[in-house]
């Protein structure tokens, strides 16, 4: 008698490098460990910008409807996403056989095509996407009204409904006034057997010099996309307090995490992080080169991360109201303190004062706790 693996379907808009992406791939991961028989389909996925198990085999990736543009000159995100997501949805519920159950994140949309498959849904909402959208005119309010009163009434198909933290539930009961189905918090994970690796050395262009890190330089690194609302200047001002107002040191900042040449905001944010750094007197490099005070490494690789944890004292963690935050998780596993505002998701992942400091996000706050670290290695993990 030959049993069939359940067979699941994992829907994703954009298979890039963040969170949501690490935890939808570390998700697939664990579930064919499991024994399932799983696939990622997703509107984009660009090879030199995606996590490895997407790329070398690991999960099988099909890609739908990347023809559709992602906005129309620079406008209508929320509308093209949209349509990219019923796009992609209809050309499953074309494909048979059906899968057994379809797990699926970020955009709701998914679920009014999905529904008619007659299958389990499974919605894992990292956060209210309507939240994530500034209204700074009242046409762009009247135009998001409609995209709002879809994204209730389709997360309200779910037959199931997941929350990355008590954070994010909270603010969902909030948002979702006319969903009266209480979600459950399943916090992000991540996949341990990266971690449990010891980090080795080797002499790799992809690597910096062996005279830094925990070998030698003091290196404090902030892990986070180039976007706005993640607030690295937080981390670059803190960094540049540091070095000018409370002691001199001899310390470098990594500023690591995921670029997209195609996302605007990602190349605008990364001028204008090393304008502030530049504007405090603080000297700039882009790696591979490690001469500046400040060094940004664009859209890292696993063994570069590995090293970041590995050779760090410490991480800075500078989003606010974050609705969970993976990277405190990474950081604490490969026993690094945490330095993050005392704000959303690390209020339930970080112990104060044991495993990383909590801080009102400001530059003094921040500074003052990065010298703690200098001045008591005892202290660190």
């Not at 996590?51 to 995100?77: A, H, M, N, Q």
């Not at 209020?347 to 400001?362: A, K």
């Amino acid at each position: 008698l030959i049993i069939e693996p359940m067979k699941v379907i994992i829907a994703h808009p954009d298979l890039g490098i963040g969170g949501a992406e690490r935890l939808i791939v570390d998700a697939a991961v664990g579930l064919i460990n499991q024994g399932y028989s799983i696939t990622i389909y997703t509107s984009h996925h660009d090879k030199q910008h995606a996590f490895s198990e997407t790329t070398d085999g690991t999960v099988p990736v099909v890609v739908y409807g990347d023809f559709l543009p992602t906005s129309i000159r620079g406008r209508g995100k929320i509308l093209c996403a949209t349509i990219r997501a019923l796009y992609l949805s209809a050309r499953v519920w074309l494909s048979f056989p059906y899968p057994d159950v379809i797990l699926f994140d970020q955009i709701s949309a998914y679920s009014c095509i999905f529904k008619l498959m007659n299958i389990p849904l499974i919605f894992y909402c990292h956060f209210p996407d309507q939240l994530l959208s500034s209204r700074t005119s009242l046409i762009k309010s009247i135009y998001r009204l409609p995209f709002d009163v879809f994204e209730q009434a389709t997360t309200a198909l779910a037959d199931c409904i997941l929350v990355n933290s008590e954070f994010t539930r909270q603010t969902f009961a909030q948002t979702f006034t006319w969903i009266k189905c209480v979600p459950q918090v399943l916090y992000p994970s991540i996949n341990l057997a990266k971690y449990d690796r010891n980090f080795i050395w080797e002499e790799s262009s992809d690597l910096p010099p062996k005279s830094f890190g925990s070998a030698g330089v003091p290196l404090f690194v902030s892990i986070n996309r180039f976007e706005r609302k993640k607030c690295i200047e937080l981390a670059i001002n803190a960094f540049c307090y540091l070095k000018f107002t409370l002691v001199k040191c001899n310390a470098k900042l990594i500023v690591a995490g995921g670029y997209d040449s195609r996302v605007p905001e990602n190349i605008e944010y990364e001028i204008e992080l090393k304008q502030i750094a530049r504007l405090n007197a603080i000297s700039v490099s882009d790696f591979p080169h490690m001469n500046g005070d400040v060094i940004f490494l664009k859209s890292f690789t696993d063994q570069q991360r590995s090293y970041l944890l590995s050779q760090c004292v410490a991480v800075l963690y500078t989003p606010q109201n974050e609705h969970f935050g993976i990277v405190p998780i990474e950081a604490m596993y490969a026993g690094r303190l945490v330095i993050a505002a005392n704000s959303g998701g690390p209020l339930e992942s970080i112990v104060d004062g044991e495993t990383g400091f909590l801080c009102d996000p400001s530059p003094s706050a921040f500074a003052e706790k990065m010298e703690f670290v200098l001045q008591n290695p005892e202290f660190r993990l």
